[in-house]
């Protein structure tokens, strides 16, 4: 079992939770995820590593009610715990594999959209611990939906907070605060991380791409299963089939077809559009299983 030892509510539908798990806080890395369950009979939840602490052993996460498994695990309380706490899952984001010195000499931009700020700061972080400084947007709906602020004020170099209805700091989209700062502000990125909801995500590369500027994207939001069997997280990359969970999360988000991903996450909703997809995408349509290469 993996006791809770925190649990909080963000925003309305957004949980944070701080749970014991000694073996993964050892090992993870920013970028990688996590699996949950509650029980023996629970769904298997796949869940970004919101943060971790190797000395204390603990990792946290953070997620939003989008069904009734997560409804239920918002109901959870310190001193609960989870049945299963499996990870750390998929490939951590690439920076961590770089030079640090030469990190340092990059200019980098991390936009971050609703949950997907829970993600974004673990990378942040991991770099600013490092000596690196990055230019960080945050988007939200609302005042009321933002999240880790003062988390990430804390780590960013420059923190960008913008609000949809103007509720909060300034009104407007992520993009318009990339024109913004590359545009009327003059700055030049060598690449830009993207981590929100898909339609973010594509209009984010849209822009970047015209703006010159490399951009990673995480995949996180479209998993199910988490391991490659279900095939939710399948999309094209560069006109090849890839898995988000096995060969991810994080992409080349100018390769990305988005518009065929968003149809087929809409899909994989139904069971009658699972079987569609599995009918189309015949033995391709499954990433891990070991049958299907």
Same mark, same amino acid.
């Given at each position: 079992m993996y006791p809770i030892l925190k649990a909080e509510k963000l925003a309305e539908k957004i949980y944070l939770m701080v749970v014991k798990a000694p073996r993964v806080a050892k090992n993870c890395q920013p970028g990688e995820f996590i699996i949950v369950k509650i029980d023996e009979v629970g769904e298997r939840i796949p869940l970004t590593i919101c943060d971790y602490n190797r000395e204390e052993g603990t990792v946290t996460i953070v997620f939003?009610?989008?069904?009734?498994?997560?409804?239920?695990?918002?109901?959870?309380?310190?001193?609960?715990?989870f049945h299963d706490f499996v990870g750390p899952l998929g490939n951590p984001s690439e920076f961590v594999h770089e030079d640090i010195e030469s990190l340092k000499n990059k200019k980098m931009l991390f936009v971050a959209g609703g949950v997907g700020t829970a993600p974004?700061?673990?990378?942040?972080?991991?770099?600013?611990?490092?000596g690196v400084d990055v230019d960080v947007i945050v988007g939200a709906k609302?005042?009321?939906?933002?999240?880790?602020? =003062?988390? +990430? @004020?804390?780590?960013?170099?420059?923190?960008?907070?913008?609000?949809?209805?103007?509720s909060y700091v300034r009104k407007g989209m992520v993009t318009d605060v990339i024109k913004d700062l590359v545009n009327v502000q003059g700055n030049k990125y060598?690449?830009?991380?993207a981590i929100g909801p898909?339609?973010?995500?594509k209009f984010v590369c849209l822009l970047?791409?015209?703006?010159?500027?490399?951009?990673?994207v995480s995949l996180n939001p479209i998993m199910v299963d988490g391991t490659g069997m279900c095939g939710?997280?399948?999309?094209?990359?560069?006109?090849?089939v890839k898995f988000a969970c096995v060969d991810g999360?994080?992409?080349?988000?100018?390769?990305?077809?988005?518009? =065929?991903? +968003? @149809?087929?996450?809409?899909?994989?909703?139904?069971e009658e559009g699972r079987a569609i997809l599995k009918l189309r995408e015949g033995d391709t349509h499954h990433g891990g299983c070991g049958n299907c290469h």
């Open positions: 939003q009610i989008v069904g009734a498994s997560t409804e239920r695990m918002s109901s959870l309380k310190a001193g609960d715990a974004v700061y673990p990378q942040v972080k991991w770099l600013h611990e490092h609302n005042k009321d939906l933002l999240i880790l602020e =003062e988390e +990430m @004020k804390a780590v960013a170099g420059n923190l960008y907070i913008t609000t949809d209805d103007g060598d690449v830009c991380v898909m339609i973010m995500m970047t791409k015209e703006l010159e500027i490399p951009t990673i939710a997280c399948r999309v094209t990359v560069g006109g090849k999360p994080e992409f080349d988000g100018h390769a990305i077809n988005f518009d =065929e991903a +968003m @149809k087929r996450q809409q899909m994989y909703k139904t």
